[in-house]
């Protein structure tokens, strides 16, 4: 049993931390803020963290499951693309009518090369995508990705999600400091892609 949290309760619904890495910086991300979300410390002291360590996790909560589980924490879930794979699907068997949303900063095709929507069929069924800019220079000023054409990457991301059948979600982040994102043109940017679209203001106990 492990003693960090891998899931963690906000505002009634469950979520999973799978990881402490990221291939974006962005300059608002809580990582580098706080420890916490709301109580919870999601710093992780191993990067190998294993699908049996989450599971545990979740049934030690059985009696708190949301019916909506998220991937998300202080990092990029779909780095652990396995893990998410095995607990979701452990997930589903078990508890089939909950449904599995991934918070995600829309890399994932781009880090392993290859389109990754496909081995998530059955087993997710929303993805929450941080667009988070109108073009590239507003992108790479916020998001600061360590990933060559990355906003390119995210948009092709979502508009593969929503061709793959996913519930899928455009986000930004508002809110935060002096920076100005053009929210009407990234709702236009989301809808040409055929996904939904949210503004997530920032706050600063967590997301
Ligand atoms: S994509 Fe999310 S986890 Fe990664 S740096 Fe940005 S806010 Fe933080």
Redesign the pocket.
């Known amino acids: 049993m492990t003693d960090y949290n891998l899931a963690y309760l906000l505002d009634g619904k469950v979520y999973i931390n799978l990881t402490n890495s990221?291939t974006?910086?962005?300059v608002?991300?809580?990582?580098s803020i706080k420890e916490d979300v709301v109580g919870a410390n999601l710093f992780l002291n191993t990067e190998n963290v294993k699908a049996e360590d989450v599971i545990a996790q979740l049934e030690a909560m059985r009696d708190k499951l949301s019916s909506e589980i998220i991937f998300c924490g202080?990092?990029?879930p779909m780095l652990k693309l396995e893990v998410i794979k095995q607990v979701a699907k452990y997930i589903k068997e078990k508890y089939p009518n909950t449904v599995l949303r991934i918070n995600t900063?829309g890399h994932a095709n781009l880090v392993y090369k290859r389109n990754v929507l496909p081995e998530l069929k059955g087993l997710i069924d929303k993805f929450s995508v941080?667009l988070n800019g109108e073009n590239e220079e507003v992108y790479n000023e916020l998001?600061q990705p360590h990933i060559e054409g990355a906003y390119e990457g995210v948009k092709e991301f979502i508009a593969l999600a929503v061709k793959e059948g996913f519930d899928t979600t455009a986000t930004i982040v508002t809110g935060y400091k002096n920076y100005k994102v053009d929210m009407p043109k990234c709702i236009e940017i989301t809808k040409e892609l055929g996904a939904n679209f949210r503004e997530r203001p920032w706050i600063e106990n967590g997301y």
Do not use: A, P, Q
């Open positions: 990221c974006n910086d962005c608002f991300c809580i990582r202080y990092g990029e900063n941080s998001s």
